[in-house]
T-cell receptor
């Protein structure tokens, strides 16, 4: 039972254009959402997060949008750069609990073409 | 090197053998997590330690899996009588505290292959 879903296994974008990565979730108890970026042979690194009380969070070229009614979030990267090529994981937590275990999606491989 | 480190980076073992994976968290981080990533899957939570509290073992897939943590330092994940389906990358993460906004920093992982 996949509680966090990333339905696009891969995405190819031209350098300078916008990359949009999507994520859907099913558990209405999730109240904190994160995006991690992963290069081959490395662990995931935190990119950006959003609390369920917000609908947008921006950090430089990266913006995360949250649509709670649709249980959907997206990561926008603009402008995309070749160094952004990596696997992007969406994750969620029900932070009101005693632990902060993250539930991850299966990832989207982003390829930014020069 | 102040990041999370894991050893070994790669482990190949035969079905039925026991393996032990090690994680050194970032100094001062009270929370430590183990996840695994099987081929084509997302990261799957296994176990979580926070200070002296009882660990959250809710993600361990079977009683062949166990983990220990010494104080707020090193953790070992042990898999007994390994099976081929245990083949995965095992990732450790640590965070300063265990709150929802405490960023989890991941190590590079241990790639386990069970033949």
């Amino acid at each position: 039972d996949q509680q966090v879903k990333q339905n696009s296994p891969s995405l190819s974008v031209q350098e300078g254009r916008i990359s949009i990565l999507n994520c859907d979730y099913t558990n209405s108890m999730f109240d904190y959402f994160l995006w991690y970026k992963k290069y081959p042979a490395e662990g995931p690194t935190f990119l950006i997060s959003i609390s369920s009380i917000k609908d947008k969070n921006e950090d430089g070229r990266f913006t995360v949008f949250l649509n709670k009614s649709a249980k959907h979030l997206s990561l926008h990267i603009v402008p995309s750069q070749p160094g952004d090529s990596a696997v992007y994981f969406c994750a969620a937590s029900a932070g009101g609990g005693a632990t902060n275990k993250l539930i991850f999606g299966t990832g989207t491989l982003l390829a930014v073409q020069p | 090197g102040a990041g999370v480190s894991q050893s070994p980076s790669n482990k190949v073992t035969e079905k039925g053998k026991d393996v032990e994976l090690r994680c050194d968290p970032i100094s001062g981080h009270t929370a430590l997590y183990w996840y695994r990533q099987r081929l084509g899957q997302g990261l799957e939570f296994l176990i979580y330690f926070q200070g002296n509290s009882a660990p959250d073992k809710s993600g361990l897939p079977s009683d062949r899996f166990s983990a220990e943590r010494t104080g707020e330092s090193v953790s070992t994940l042990t898999i007994q009588r390994t099976q081929q389906e245990d083949s995965a990358v095992y990732l450790c993460a640590s965070s300063f505290r265990a709150g929802p906004t405490d960023t989890q920093y991941f190590g590079p992982g241990t790639r386990l292959t069970v033949l």
